[in-house]
């Protein structure tokens, strides 16, 4: 079975540039988060999609944030324009609603210089 | 304020040596506890859970962590470490059988052999 998908792996670019991250979650999870992970730090919840629902998005910088899972599947997550404190890996994971584990993709690690 | 705290931000420890790494809640109501790991390079992945019943729950290579509910804690053990458990360790709390999961902020575990 398929894992998390997440593209591109890495991504390189100039502040005030924009960005877009792409997530295919597992088949037949309904639920699909974007996490923030800085350097050191433990993955902090960005959005919590419930199928199309964004069911949580309190935390996701909506200024210059967007995310997207139109047909409940795959996701983009979008930041326009990139700052130098965006620099961070996104991480995209999913499962079935209820409470249990994750499962996570590889990352999208954004350098912004 | 809400939250999952990890106490020790880097732990080095040699081969063979006994390991345990704290992990405090903050969260009232039911809790499903879980604690991931991340080799160097690589994604999350889930170590081990606790959803119900008895409290010392066991993972996958030799570790196990301890739910005492009147400590709010979830420690991680494990009696002798190798090399290869050198990574990064997140202990994440989910509340109420929702899908609002909660990272601390993680501990390296550097083993040197």
């Known amino acids: 079975e398929a894992g998390v998908v997440q593209s591109p792996r890495y991504k390189i670019i100039e502040k005030k540039q924009p960005v877009a991250f792409w997530c295919n979650p597992i088949?037949?999870?309904?639920?699909l988060y974007w996490y923030l992970q800085n350097l050191g730090q433990g993955p902090e919840l960005l959005i919590r999609?419930?199928?199309?629902?964004?069911?949580?998005d309190s935390q996701l910088p909506k200024d210059r944030f967007s995310a997207e899972r139109l047909k409940g599947v795959d996701s983009t997550l979008k930041i326009q324009p990139a700052e130098l404190g965006d620099s961070a890996v996104y991480l995209c994971?999913?499962?079935?609603?209820?409470?249990?584990?994750?499962?996570f993709g590889e990352g999208s690690r954004l350098t912004v210089l | 304020a809400q939250s999952v705290s990890q106490h020790n931000h880097h732990v080095i420890l040699s081969e063979a040596a006994s390991l345990e790494l704290g992990c405090n809640y903050s969260?009232?109501?039911?809790?499903?506890l879980f604690w991931y790991v991340q080799y160097p390079g690589q994604h999350l992945q889930l170590l081990l859970k606790y959803f119900s019943g008895d409290p010392l729950v066991k993972g996958i290579k030799g570790f196990e962590a301890e739910f005492i509910k009147s400590k709010f804690s979830f420690n991680l053990r494990k009696p002798s470490v190798q090399w290869s458990d050198t990574a990064e360790y997140f202990c994440?709390?989910?509340?109420?059988?929702?899908?609002?999961?909660?990272f601390g902020a993680g501990t390296r575990l550097t083993v040197k052999p």
């Open positions: 994440a709390v989910n509340v109420n059988n929702n899908n609002d999961m909660r």
């Open positions: 969260y009232g109501g039911t809790v499903n």
């Open positions: 088949s037949g999870h309904n639920t």
């Open positions: 999609y419930e199928n199309e629902e964004a069911v949580d």
């Open positions: 994971a999913s499962n079935v609603k209820g409470g249990g584990e994750l499962f």
